[in-house]
Structures are given as structure tokens and as C-alpha cells.
């Protein structure tokens, strides 16, 4: 052994003063399925962090042995004791174990060295890159900022997807629930929004946090792979709670991650935060709620379902100056079943958050890809925080895509159209080739300025439908490469001014001349 | 339901009423529902109620070795006597994982001044530092 610690060791002994500090305990009455009740700790608080002591009757160097402290979460306070949760291996529990109170909130370790990280639901490293050294502790339950400590969304959150961004802006502070059917796309869009905030300036960047729930290791592995070719994990904090883990675990999760994002968004700076997803957050608390015998309500979720997930997501806001003008932007999932949005979760979701873009599994297995359904997506608060330039190309978009999609119906019965409607049918055909985007590619808002710009000009009229994507892929090229200055300009006014306008036609005129076989179609 | 019944009756006997007058009562109102029955499980469920308040109000003082007892107890007069407690109603035991030192508890509460602590503490801080 090192010299130091003997010599450490030595001197601890020869100050050897047996401890006379009271502890306040309970004893362990039964154990089952993660959940254990506890008779005694009549002093215990809700959320009061539980340490199950192993070592009685063991000898030293059997208790040596042991794999950490076990920690327990305390649930319900019952009349004659407590039920909790195991905060890990079940089997290291048994009846007549002596529980002590910490006297401790639940809280996770949050500061810069989490950059890059990945934890789970209690803030301990999993990625094998060792221990954090300097940190802060934040409470996992902490009451939201009041009125008085917010203002208003006002700064857009640039998503990098061309139909949020232009038709359903996302404002830093705001709640936007991304819902639709399994394996649509919802984890996609959160991901390339992720992505697409290395397009920020490093000071203006937001902190991102992804909370994984209920979800396979091999799918978060592929994530955290991809964030780090990427160069967004170096922004990113990942928490996973898998679906391996106890329903404890994938409770908790989404209050860690966003009592992680509140240490940054306290000191001042804005975070972003993905709850992927909310559905599976509710049934670990139903099974929870169910093993704690609490009474069970619609569908068998608690009574308190609702309030489970709106405590959580009004944690996300936009501070006032006076505290220090940090955000948390929330993008909770849910995941639906055929469709249907009407379910217990997904209303009680919608209703709390400003607003929902909704994946339909019909576009989706048409190649529309997001597949995001403009007609029934809103974002309530978003449209204050778009930039002038976006709002001057994207204003009548919505609409158009609205109309587009009843005639596209209505073209299924009707053999002759007049020529104004075949045009409309043409245009949206168009405007929404446009509108495609492959995964993992998000565009600066300034790109999708001019590409927005360019299809409302009606740049794209005498490209086959079926080239247009291949088209305006050329032309950001074109635009990033020769164009920059003009790109650069929109950025950095967020205004279209009249300038760029003209510079934006002359390119695009260029761009034509230049690839005159792009150019076939004929209406 | 045999636990509600059990409960019942432990309650009402820290009320003060006679164990023999309760169970008398018990017995009476269980005749009168037709869950005569139900008799056995209430003894065993209270049975059970019982042990487990005795191991709440109950004060157990471990040592690693019993010629410690005396000088444990003399260790823990003062605490014993801010918790309004007799030397003679403390259960001693005897635990040698302990090492040395002694353990109290009971009454939800638990002072742990055993040497077994100290150097699974002084073991943890080292490591772990």
C-alpha cells in the first residue's frame, strides 16, 4: 500500500473517537418488484433519499466487498411507515434490513464536466470515462420559476428542419411536444435539432440534453455515436434510463435531466431538453404507482399522472434578466398508438404544452420524411421568436400546403381540373419536394431563407417534381460556396432586406443558366 | 381484512380497554357478521402487529463480545436516560463482526459506535479519496 495512506490510515486511528451520532431508522417488512415497505422512519420526508444498510451482521471484510451504497426513494408516507423505491439491485435487499434516514432530497451532480457525458437517472457516469470531480448538486424536485421570475418567448430555437422552422417556430423557453406513431421519425427531429445547434454561435448556443426512457441501449448507443460524429455531443448531456432499468429509474430520469439543465439555465444560459419519450415516463409510473397499491384512475394511471408531467414540463422556461435571463426549451415525445392522439396521455401532453407537431405514419410511408402534418401542427408561442426573414418567405407556406393537401384528395375523383388548380396541385407538389429533408442533415436558418425564397419565386415551377430535392440540393451547395457573403447577411440582420432579395434572384438566375437541364418541365 | 381487524384491536387496547373485554368484543361482532372464522388469521395478524411494535418501542444493545456489556452500558446510561429508558429493559446482544464497540437501537433510532463502522468508514474514505 502507498506510504501516504498508511500513514493517513495510522493517524485516523490514533484520533479514533467512536461515534455517538443518532441516526434515525426504519426496518425493511417486505420487498417486492423494486418497491419496499418500510416500518419506522416516521421522520421521513416524500423524495427523501433512503439508505439500506447491508453490512449488519456481515464481517469487515465481507462488507468491504460490497458493490457501493444501495439508496432507496421514498414514495408514500403511510401511517405506520413508508414505502420506497430501490434505486438499484433488488436482490441486495432483504426483509428485517435496517433503513436509514439521509435527511437528503433526491439531487443529481450538474456543472460543465457533464458536457459530453453520459448518465443515468442519478447522475453517475456510464460511459466508462470515470468519475466527475467537480460538480453541483440540483434537486431532482424543485418547484417551477413563478410568473414574476419569466418573460416572454422571444428568441427563436432554430430546429434546422425547414417545415418547423418556417411553419411551426420554436422559441427558446417554449414546450413543443413532437407526437406521432412508433418509428416515424419523432426521435429524428429531436436529434437533427440537437445537430443543428452547431450552426449557433458558440456563445449563443444552447446546452443540450437528451433523456432517453425506456429505451434499448443499442438504439441510445447509436445516438450517442451519431451526436458524437457530429460534434454535438461536446454540447450534449445524455441521460439514459433504459428499458432494462428499474421503473424507478425511468421515472426519475426526466426530473435529472431537467434539474441538470437548471444549473446552466440558473447561471444564465440556454438549454434545450429532449424527453424521448413522455409515454414510456408514464407507464414506469403507473407500474410504480400500482406496486405502491395507489389507487389507479383511467387506462390504471395514477390520479396524479397529470400532474406528474406538467410539474416537469413547466420547469421549462424563460428567466427575466434580473435572473439571469437563462431558458430551458422543452421537447417532450409521446408516442401514440394507430394514431391515436385522443388517448389519456398524449391529451393530458398536448394540453400542457404550447404547442405539437404531429407525425403521421401516411406521409411517412409516402417519402415525406419528416413526416410532420403542417395542417394539424401548431406552435402557440413560437410564431414571436421567428426571425423577419423567415416570416417574409414563410408566411403564406402553411396555408398553401393546407389547400394543396384537400385537393390532392379531391384530384382522386376529379379527371379535369382547370388550370389554376392543376397549378395549385403543382406548386404543393413542389413545395413540399421542397420541404423534404434526410435525417441527420438540418439546414442553417439563413439556407433556408434563400431555399424557402427560391420555391416561393417559383424557382423550382420547371423542375420535374421528382428532381426537386436533387435540385435544391445543388443549389445550397451553390449558395454555401459562392453565396456566403449574401447567407451571412441574412444571419446576421435575421431581415430579408431588399439587398439580399435582389443578391438572392441574381444567384438563383446564375444557378439556372448553369444547370439548364434541371429546368425540363413544362406545366 | 384479517390485518384491519388486527389493527382494531391493538388499538383499541392502547386505548386502555381490557384485553379480554376487546377480543370478548371482537369475538361478539364477528358472530354477529357470520366470520367466526376469521378468528385464527386475526390472532396470527396480531400476533405479527405485536412483534412489530415491540421491535419499535424495544431497545437492543449489541457488543462484539459479552464481557463488553458492562462497559457498554455504562456508555449508553446517558443516552438511555434522555430517551426515559431503564438499563434492565435494554435486550443485549452479542454480535462479533462488530469488532469492538457497541450498537444501539431501537425506537427508530440507531448509534452505531462499533469499531466495524469506523473502519469500514476510515476503508471507504481511503479508497475512495
Request: contains cysteine; charged residues 25%.
Given at each position: 500500500?502507498?506510504n501516504?495512506?498508511?500513514?493517513?490510515i495510522?493517524?485516523?486511528?490514533?484520533?479514533?473517537a467512536?461515534?455517538?451520532?443518532?441516526?434515525?431508522v426504519g426496518?425493511?417488512?417486505?420487498?417486492?418488484?423494486g418497491v419496499?415497505?418500510?416500518?419506522?422512519?416516521s421522520?421521513?420526508?416524500?423524495?427523501?433519499?433512503?439508505?439500506f444498510?447491508?453490512?449488519?451482521?456481515k464481517k469487515?471484510?465481507?462488507?468491504m466487498?460490497?458493490?457501493g451504497?444501495?439508496y432507496?426513494l421514498?414514495?408514500?408516507?403511510e401511517?405506520?411507515?413508508?414505502?420506497?423505491?430501490?434505486?438499484?439491485?433488488?436482490?441486495?435487499?432483504?426483509?428485517g434490513?435496517?433503513?436509514?434516514?439521509?435527511?437528503?432530497?433526491?439531487s443529481?451532480?450538474?456543472?460543465?464536466?457533464?458536457l459530453?457525458?453520459?448518465?443515468?437517472?442519478?447522475g453517475?457516469?456510464?460511459d466508462?470515462?470515470?468519475?466527475?470531480?467537480?460538480?453541483?448538486?440540483?434537486?431532482?424536485?424543485?418547484?417551477?420559476?413563478?410568473?414574476?421570475?419569466?418573460?416572454?418567448?422571444?428568441v427563436?430555437?432554430?430546429?434546422?428542419?425547414?417545415?418547423?422552422?418556417s411553419?411551426?417556430?420554436?422559441?427558446?423557453?417554449?414546450r413543443?411536444?413532437?407526437?406521432?406513431d412508433?418509428?416515424?421519425?419523432?426521435?429524428?427531429?429531436?436529434i437533427?435539432?440537437?445537430?443543428?445547434?452547431?450552426?449557433?454561435?458558440?456563445?449563443?448556443?444552447?446546452i443540450?440534453?437528451?433523456?432517453?426512457?425506456?429505451?434499448?441501449?443499442?438504439k441510445?448507443?447509436?445516438?450517442?455515436?451519431?451526436?458524437?460524429r457530429?460534434r454535438?455531443?461536446e454540447?450534449?448531456?445524455?441521460?439514459?434510463?433504459?428499458?432494462?432499468?428499474?421503473?424507478a429509474?425511468?421515472?426519475?430520469?426526466?426530473?435529472?435531466?431537467?434539474?441538470?439543465?437548471e444549473?446552466?439555465?440558473?447561471a444564465?444560459r440556454?438549454?434545450?431538453i429532449?424527453?424521448?419519450?413522455?409515454?414510456?415516463?408514464?407507464?414506469?409510473?403507473?407500474?410504480?404507482?400500482l406496486?405502491?397499491?395507489?389507487?389507479?384512475g383511467?387506462?390504471?394511471y395514477?390520479?396524479d399522472i397529470?400532474?406528474?408531467?406538467?410539474?416537469?414540463?413547466?420547469?421549462?422556461?424563460?428567466?427575466s434578466?434580473?435572473?439571469?435571463?437563462?431558458s430551458i426549451?422543452?421537447?417532450?415525445?409521446?408516442?401514440?398508438?394507430?394514431?391515436?392522439?385522443?388517448?389519456?396521455?398524449?391529451?393530458?401532453?398536448?394540453?400542457?404544452?404550447?404547442?405539437?407537431?404531429f407525425?403521421?405514419a401516411?406521409?411517412?410511408?409516402?417519402g415525406?420524411?419528416p413526416?410532420?402534418d403542417?395542417?394539424?401542427?401548431?406552435?402557440?408561442?413560437?410564431?414571436?421568436?421567428?426571425?423577419?426573414?423567415?416570416?417574409?418567405?414563410?408566411?403564406?407556406?402553411?396555408?398553401?400546403l393546407?389547400?394543396?393537401?384537400?385537393?390532392?384528395?379531391?384530384?382522386q375523383?376529379?379527371?379535369?381540373?382547370?388550370?389554376?388548380?392543376?397549378d395549385?396541385?403543382?406548386?404543393?407538389?413542389?413545395?413540399?419536394?421542397?420541404?423534404?429533408?434526410k435525417?441527420?442533415?438540418?439546414?442553417?436558418?439563413?439556407?433556408?431563407?434563400?431555399?424557402?425564397?427560391?420555391?416561393?419565386?417559383?424557382?423550382?415551377?420547371?423542375?420535374?417534381?421528382?428532381k426537386?430535392t436533387?435540385?435544391?440540393a445543388?443549389?445550397?451547395?451553390?449558395?454555401?460556396?459562392?453565396?456566403?457573403?449574401?447567407?451571412?447577411?441574412?444571419?446576421?440582420?435575421?431581415t430579408?432586406s431588399?439587398?439580399?432579395?435582389k443578391?438572392?434572384?441574381?444567384?438563383l438566375?446564375?444557378?439556372?443558366?448553369?444547370?439548364?437541364?434541371?429546368?425540363?418541365?413544362?406545366i | 381484512?384479517?390485518?384491519?381487524?388486527?389493527?382494531?384491536?391493538?388499538?383499541?387496547?392502547?386505548r386502555?380497554?381490557?384485553?379480554?373485554?376487546?377480543v370478548?368484543?371482537?369475538?361478539?361482532?364477528?358472530?354477529?357478521l357470520?366470520?367466526?372464522?376469521?378468528?385464527p388469521?386475526?390472532?396470527r395478524?396480531f400476533?405479527?402487529?405485536?412483534?412489530?411494535e415491540g421491535g419499535r418501542?424495544g431497545?437492543?444493545?449489541?457488543?462484539?463480545?459479552?464481557?463488553d456489556?458492562?462497559?457498554?452500558?455504562?456508555?449508553?446510561?446517558?443516552?438511555?436516560?434522555?430517551?426515559?429508558?431503564?438499563?434492565?429493559?435494554?435486550?443485549?446482544?452479542?454480535?462479533?463482526?462488530?469488532i469492538?464497540?457497541?450498537?444501539?437501537?431501537?425506537?427508530e433510532?440507531?448509534?452505531?459506535?462499533?469499531f466495524?463502522?469506523?473502519l469500514?468508514?476510515?476503508?471507504?474514505?481511503?479508497?475512495?479519496?
Amino acid at each position: 500500500m502507498h506510504n501516504s495512506i498508511v500513514e493517513k490510515i495510522i493517524k485516523e486511528i490514533e484520533h479514533f473517537a467512536p461515534s455517538r451520532e443518532s441516526e434515525h431508522v426504519g426496518r425493511v417488512t417486505s420487498v417486492g418488484d423494486g418497491v419496499v415497505a418500510i416500518d419506522g422512519l416516521s421522520g421521513a420526508v416524500m423524495s427523501e433519499i433512503i439508505l439500506f444498510e447491508e453490512d449488519k451482521g456481515k464481517k469487515l471484510t465481507d462488507a468491504m466487498k460490497d458493490r457501493g451504497e444501495l439508496y432507496g426513494l421514498v414514495l408514500n408516507l403511510e401511517e405506520d411507515g413508508v414505502r420506497a423505491t430501490i434505486l438499484g439491485d433488488t436482490s441486495r435487499v432483504s426483509e428485517g434490513m435496517t433503513v436509514k434516514s439521509t435527511g437528503r432530497i433526491l439531487s443529481v451532480p450538474s456543472g460543465d464536466e457533464l458536457l459530453g457525458r453520459v448518465v443515468n437517472a442519478l447522475g453517475e457516469p456510464i460511459d466508462g470515462r470515470g468519475p466527475f470531480k467537480k460538480t453541483t448538486m440540483m434537486p431532482v424536485e424543485r418547484q417551477a420559476s413563478g410568473v414574476i421570475d419569466r418573460r416572454s418567448v422571444s428568441v427563436p430555437l432554430q430546429t434546422g428542419i425547414k417545415a418547423i422552422d418556417s411553419m411551426i417556430p420554436i422559441g427558446r423557453g417554449q414546450r413543443e411536444l413532437i407526437i406521432g406513431d412508433r418509428s416515424i421519425g419523432k426521435t429524428t427531429v429531436a436529434i437533427d435539432t440537437i445537430i443543428n445547434q452547431r450552426n449557433e454561435p458558440e456563445e449563443r448556443r444552447p446546452i443540450c440534453i437528451y433523456v432517453a426512457i425506456g429505451q434499448k441501449e443499442s438504439k441510445t448507443a447509436r445516438i450517442v455515436e451519431q451526436l458524437r460524429r457530429e460534434r454535438a455531443l461536446e454540447y450534449t448531456i445524455v441521460v439514459d434510463a433504459p428499458a432494462s432499468a428499474p421503473a424507478a429509474l425511468q421515472f426519475l430520469a426526466p426530473f435529472s435531466g431537467v434539474a441538470i439543465g437548471e444549473y446552466f439555465m440558473d447561471a444564465g444560459r440556454d438549454v434545450l431538453i429532449v424527453y424521448d419519450d413522455l409515454s414510456k415516463q408514464a407507464v414506469a409510473y403507473r407500474e410504480l404507482s400500482l406496486l405502491l397499491r395507489r389507487p389507479p384512475g383511467r387506462e390504471a394511471y395514477p390520479g396524479d399522472i397529470f400532474y406528474l408531467h406538467s410539474r416537469l414540463l413547466e420547469r421549462a422556461a424563460r428567466l427575466s434578466e434580473a435572473k439571469g435571463g437563462g431558458s430551458i426549451t422543452a421537447l417532450p415525445i409521446i408516442e401514440t398508438q394507430d394514431g391515436d392522439v385522443s388517448a389519456y396521455i398524449p391529451t393530458n401532453v398536448i394540453s400542457i404544452t404550447d404547442g405539437q407537431i404531429f407525425l403521421i405514419a401516411e406521409l411517412f410511408n409516402k417519402g415525406v420524411r419528416p413526416a410532420i402534418d403542417v395542417g394539424i401542427s401548431v406552435s402557440r408561442v413560437g410564431s414571436s421568436a421567428q426571425t423577419k426573414a423567415m416570416k417574409s418567405v414563410a408566411g403564406g407556406l402553411k396555408l398553401e400546403l393546407a389547400q394543396f393537401r384537400e385537393l390532392e384528395a379531391f384530384m382522386q375523383f376529379a379527371q379535369d381540373l382547370d388550370k389554376a388548380t392543376a397549378d395549385r396541385i403543382e406548386s404543393g407538389r413542389r413545395m413540399v419536394e421542397v420541404l423534404k429533408q434526410k435525417n441527420g442533415a438540418p439546414l442553417p436558418v439563413e439556407m433556408q431563407v434563400a431555399v424557402l425564397y427560391a420555391a416561393g419565386h417559383k424557382f423550382f415551377a420547371d423542375v420535374p417534381a421528382n428532381k426537386v430535392t436533387a435540385v435544391e440540393a445543388q443549389l445550397v451547395e451553390y449558395l454555401d460556396g459562392q453565396n456566403a457573403k449574401i447567407l451571412t447577411e441574412i444571419r446576421r440582420s435575421g431581415t430579408l432586406s431588399d439587398d439580399s432579395k435582389k443578391g438572392l434572384e441574381k444567384v438563383l438566375e446564375e444557378f439556372r443558366l448553369a444547370h439548364p437541364e434541371s429546368f425540363t418541365n413544362k406545366i | 381484512m384479517e390485518n384491519a381487524y388486527a389493527q382494531a384491536l391493538m388499538r383499541m387496547m392502547s386505548r386502555g380497554m381490557n384485553p379480554k373485554d376487546a377480543v370478548a368484543a371482537l369475538h361478539t361482532l364477528l358472530v354477529r357478521l357470520g366470520r367466526e372464522s376469521l378468528l385464527p388469521k386475526i390472532g396470527r395478524a396480531f400476533g405479527r402487529l405485536a412483534e412489530r411494535e415491540g421491535g419499535r418501542t424495544g431497545i437492543t444493545l449489541t457488543v462484539a463480545r459479552h464481557k463488553d456489556t458492562h462497559a457498554a452500558q455504562h456508555a449508553i446510561k446517558d443516552i438511555l436516560s434522555k430517551m426515559k429508558t431503564d438499563t434492565d429493559e435494554v435486550v443485549v446482544r452479542t454480535d462479533d463482526s462488530l469488532i469492538g464497540g457497541w450498537r444501539l437501537e431501537g425506537r427508530e433510532r440507531l448509534i452505531d459506535a462499533s469499531f466495524k463502522k469506523y473502519l469500514l468508514s476510515l476503508y471507504n474514505r481511503a479508497t475512495q479519496s
